[in-house]
């Protein structure tokens, strides 16, 4: 017997709207680590913003570091959405 909030051909509803949230959760935390991690340092370095200067090789980690981690969370994200149930 179905549970009874599971609708007929939708799989269970609530837990496909769980999985969306935390879907996007996760994309949103990726698109900060794009825009604080990396463009931010860019801009700063690109407009001399900085009062003490970085040697350019830690920028380049720095920028590195959260690119990859921008790109993992998405990975995850798209992970989480494999979950959804038919």
């Known amino acids: 017997m179905k549970p009874p909030n599971a609708m007929a051909g939708m799989g269970n509803p ?3 709207e769980r999985t969306k949230l935390r879907a996007n959760l ?9 825009s604080l991690g990396v463009l931010s340092p860019l801009a700063a370095s ?3 913003l900085t009062a003490n200067r970085v040697p350019a090789h830690i920028v380049i980690l720095g920028v590195a570091f ?3 981690m921008a790109y993992f969370r998405h990975q995850r994200a798209q992970a989480v959405l494999g979950g959804l149930r038919e």
């Open 66 to 68: 959260w690119l990859g």
């Open 46 to 48: 690109f407009f001399n």
């Open 14 to 16: 609530v837990h496909n």
């Open 26 to 34: 996760l994309n949103t935390a990726a698109g900060s680590c794009l």
